[in-house]
């Protein structure tokens, strides 16, 4: 972050030349505003297209904006009947789950991949990336039968399960990168002078991995925001989501499917706007991913 | 002021390699300040982390004041460990880092910030509360990190390596800095290294570590005078050693037989060691043999020849005038001092 670089260094710390120090300095800030910009280009672009399509009454070759515009697209979807915000904040919950359970069950997970060599070590490896490796769709026949039996389809929580095929991996992932880079003897360290088991962890550990864990779970959120096949099958049609709803009207209503995609892209770009610092820079969260 | 026992402490990582510590029994005594030496890899670091509690071991006890304290944890031992690379915080001030351990006994804010500008004057960086631990420099790190321990009154203070990151003038510096606060707090000290003259200048008693095992726990000048094993003499050098066998308070070698009262061992074969500086050049007398000046080099302070004794050679450290009283390829009669005279047991007795 570069707050703190920016301070003058202690006197006689062997700190850089101050010329040296503005031109670096500088430099920085000329590479965050390319960063940004680009980031904004790459995901905000496509954007405009699907609007003027939703917005788009009359659009016929060769002109190339639309002849005549109309509103009904989005008036169709902020009308109550097709529950387009309940299904948006559906979608929504169940991401928000899937990233909660992420984070739970892919942060140990990872330490332990990262730090400790075990017996089967990279038997566990590629178990984790199978589900990234193989088609998410043979996956999900198999766990189907399953979840038919045990009576998790068609439902949310079998949704929010069968999600975590995809996200765990890339949490699993992620946190072991971090992990690999981290070294554990900061926590005796704190112990040593008196901090808790639990105390470590939040004054220690967590602001270690923090950026790791923002971006796993970023991760995490879009694959399971944006999960069309995984949802369709196991939800059987009973649970909504956004993807779902999208597809319908892809055929039937270019206008409609051009609103809504505004509608799902919009969180997916504003989410990582918020945490592209912990995509950049020095952070690098996601540098140790090689290790794997 | 606490003292720390250890009896059969052993740890073993992996069964197939040994033991990283092996068997050690230790009387770490109240308010001293011991030294933990020995080569890199030998359990130095292994042993710390088990006192302070970060490390279970796998057989053995480690008790304080003669209670076992191998069920409390380290946030409870009154044990503080500093490891090697300082490891400040990066995401906290120094005064944050320093304040750590008391924040964590909740020690109010108010009392806190007094205690660290106390800490920082102690360790002679006033006024650097709100600086980033990455702005300071390696010996500054380093203080802090002395400084973060001691803020906390330990009872034991573990210092691991505290001088091996740092340069020359850095490294004097640290070390009267911890006698100093050593002598002052009389907290019972134990510190790492692996140079044994740091050990012999800090250390009122020094361990001596091989492979997890301890060779000799003594004061430091015994190190000198009586070391226990030929490979106790090597590591802290510089002596000359001669293959004899030893009986009745005389030791033959292949150059002749030596009066020698001083011993490690009732008899049998056994080592000769005499240091450089108890070999005399030139007056014949009891405990003298002939030898031939092989080379030598005038130091300044004084001389140092090599002679060949029949089929052995040894270095004698004399007066820096002696330059001139002998050539190379000169007989000079050589004499060992008997009261100086050390004599080990074989190399080979000694695994
Ligand atoms: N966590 C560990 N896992 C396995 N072996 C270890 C571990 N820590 C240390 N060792 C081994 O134990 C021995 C002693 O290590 P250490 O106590 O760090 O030595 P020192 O501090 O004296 O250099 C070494 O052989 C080292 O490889
Ligand atoms: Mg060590």
Redesign the pocket.
């Known amino acids: 972050m570069a707050d703190t670089r920016i301070e003058p260094t202690a006197a006689g710390a062997g700190g850089v030349a101050p010329e040296d120090k503005e031109r670096r300095f500088s430099w920085r800030i000329t590479g965050r505003w390319v960063g940004i910009t680009g980031l904004l280009a790459f995901l905000v672009a496509p954007i405009v297209p699907l609007f003027i399509w939703s917005i788009s009454f009359r659009w016929f070759y060769p002109a190339i904006l639309p002849t005549e515009y109309s509103a009904r697209a989005w008036t169709e979807v902020i009308t109550p009947h097709n529950d387009v915000l309940g299904v948006a904040w559906n979608t929504a919950l169940i991401a928000l789950v899937v990233t909660a359970l992420s984070i739970l069950l892919g942060v140990p997970a990872g330490r332990a991949l990262g730090l400790y060599e075990f017996r089967g070590k990279r038997l566990v490896e590629w178990m984790i990336l199978a589900p990234i490796i193989v088609p998410g769709l043979a996956v999900v026949l198999g766990i189907h039968v399953l979840f038919i039996r045990a009576g998790l389809s068609n439902s949310i929580p079998g949704v929010i399960l069968v999600h975590l095929v995809p996200t765990l991996p890339y949490m699993t992932l992620v946190m072991s990168g971090v992990f690999a880079n981290y070294d554990t003897d900061f926590e005796l360290q704190a112990r040593s002078l008196g901090a808790s088991r639990w105390a470590t962890q939040r004054l220690i550990t967590l602001p270690a991995i923090f950026p790791g864990v923002v971006v796993g779970a970023l991760f995490a959120f879009i694959i399971s925001w944006s999960q069309y096949v995984l949802t369709l099958l196991i939800g059987g049609g009973q649970v909504q989501t956004l993807p779902l709803l999208l597809f319908g009207f892809v055929r039937s209503d270019p206008a409609i499917a051009g609103a809504l995609s505004v509608v799902f892209i919009l969180p997916a770009v504003i989410v990582l706007l918020l945490s592209s610092r912990y995509l950049s820079g020095d952070n690098a969260a996601v540098g140790g991913i090689g290790n794997i | 002021m606490t003292q720390v026992t250890l009896s059969g402490l052993t740890k073993i990582?992996?069964e197939k390699s040994p033991p990283?510590v092996d068997q050690l029994d230790l009387e770490i005594e109240s308010g001293k300040l011991t030294a933990l030496l020995?080569p890199?890899?030998?359990?130095?670091?292994?042993?710390m982390k088990m006192i302070a509690g970060l490390l279970r071991p796998t057989s053995g006890d480690i008790s304080f004041d003669g209670d076992s304290i191998l069920s409390i944890p380290p946030e409870d031992r009154g044990a503080v460990m500093v490891f090697q690379n300082y490891l400040l915080f990066p995401y906290m001030t120094i005064a944050e880092n320093i304040g750590f351990g008391l924040k964590m006994r909740k020690v109010d804010r108010k009392e806190i910030r007094t205690r660290v500008t106390d800490m920082l004057d102690l360790v002679q960086l006033p006024g650097f509360e709100d600086r980033k631990p990455r702005q300071l420099s390696g010996g500054q790190q380093q203080r802090i990190a002395l400084a973060r321990a001691l803020i906390v009154q330990p009872n034991v203070l573990l210092l691991d390596e505290p001088l091996s990151n740092l340069d020359a003038h850095l490294r004097d510096e640290m070390r009267e800095l911890i006698r100093r606060i050593q002598t002052e707090m009389g907290i019972t000290t134990v510190f790492?290294t692996h140079d044994q003259e740091e050990a012999v200048v800090l250390a009122d008693r020094i361990a001596l570590l091989f492979d997890?095992r301890l060779q000799q726990f003594d004061v430091p000048d015994a190190f000198f005078e009586s070391p226990q094993s030929v490979e106790i003499a090597k590591f802290f050098g510089g002596t000359n050693f001669i293959p004899g066998h030893y009986e009745g308070g005389e030791i033959t070698t292949s150059i002749g037989r030596f009066r020698a009262p001083r011993s490690a061992v009732d008899g049998g074969d056994a080592v000769l060691s005499i240091r450089p500086e108890a070999v005399t050049l030139g007056a014949a007398g009891g405990n003298s043999v002939m030898g031939r000046i092989r080379s030598h080099v005038y130091v300044g302070r004084y001389a140092r020849f090599r002679v060949t004794l029949g089929d052995i050679e040894v270095e004698a450290v004399t007066d820096p005038g002696q330059v001139k009283m002998f050539n190379d390829g000169d007989e000079v009669p050589v004499t060992f001092d008997s009261n100086k005279i050390w004599v080990i047991g074989p190399a080979a007795a000694h695994e």
Do not use: E, I, L, M
């Open positions: 990582f992996d990283a020995g890199s890899g030998c359990g130095k670091t292994t042993t790492v997890g």
